[in-house]
């Protein structure tokens, strides 16, 4: 069933710009590698045929700043890595997000010590936190669905 069944005789298709932009940034979001521990298998798995994340627009993780505009922070984050994180995350155009993956990204995990950042929402803005350790590919996918609902909801802003 095509546009044609759905409109009838109308012949036009009407929306709002605010809707046209979020339709298409949620259909097409590159996601960048940064994948640190464990988690980074599970992210793996989910771009693999089985899960596949490419029926999402996610076709390829980019391995450069400049072409994504999602971050997945997949695993822990150490104090040392902290700097380096933060450097990608200022690299990538506007408008970006960051989604924090399992346990050790979200809190810390089972690594209460002076040498892992606890979350990493002390270093980069988090939009969605997937929990587990590690969590499956489908709680992955899960938080990408949850992110294209707050993207799909933004309003456009004035410019300043």
Same mark, same amino acid.
């Given at each position: 069933?095509?546009?044609?069944?759905?409109?009838?005789?109308?012949?036009?298709?009407?929306?709002?710009?605010?809707?046209?932009? #979020?339709?298409?940034?949620?259909?097409?979001?590159? &996601?960048?590698?940064?994948?640190?521990?464990?988690?980074?298998?599970?992210?793996?798995?989910?771009?693999?045929?089985?899960?596949?994340?490419?029926?999402?627009?996610?076709?390829?993780?980019? %391995?450069?700043?400049?072409?994504?505009?999602?971050?997945?922070?997949?695993?822990?984050?150490?104090?040392?890595?902290? &700097?380096?994180?933060?450097?990608?995350?200022?690299?990538?155009?506007? %408008?970006?997000?960051?989604?924090?993956?399992?346990?050790?990204?979200?809190?810390?995990?089972?690594? #209460? #010590?002076?040498?892992?950042?606890?979350?990493?929402?002390?270093?980069? %803005?988090?939009?969605?936190?997937?929990?587990?350790?590690? %969590?499956? &590919?489908?709680?992955?996918?899960?938080?990408?669905?949850?992110?294209?609902?707050?993207?799909?909801?933004?309003?456009?802003?004035?410019?300043?």
């Amino acid at each position: 069933m095509g546009v044609e069944q759905k409109l009838g005789e109308m012949g036009a298709v009407t929306t709002t710009l605010e809707q046209a932009m #979020n339709w298409g940034r949620t259909r097409a979001m590159w &996601p960048m590698l940064f994948g640190l521990a464990c988690c980074a298998i599970e992210m793996m798995a989910a771009q693999s045929a089985h899960y596949d994340m490419s029926r999402f627009g996610m076709e390829l993780m980019r %391995p450069s700043p400049r072409q994504a505009d999602l971050m997945i922070v997949a695993g822990r984050v150490s104090r040392k890595m902290a &700097p380096v994180l933060r450097h990608l995350f200022d690299q990538m155009a506007e %408008p970006k997000w960051v989604i924090a993956m399992g346990d050790c990204a979200s809190c810390g995990g089972v690594f #209460n #010590n002076y040498a892992v950042v606890q979350g990493v929402d002390e270093i980069v %803005p988090v939009d969605i936190y997937v929990s587990g350790c590690p %969590p499956r &590919p489908e709680a992955l996918i899960g938080g990408v669905m949850a992110l294209y609902e707050k993207v799909e909801a933004e309003k456009i802003k004035a410019a300043a």
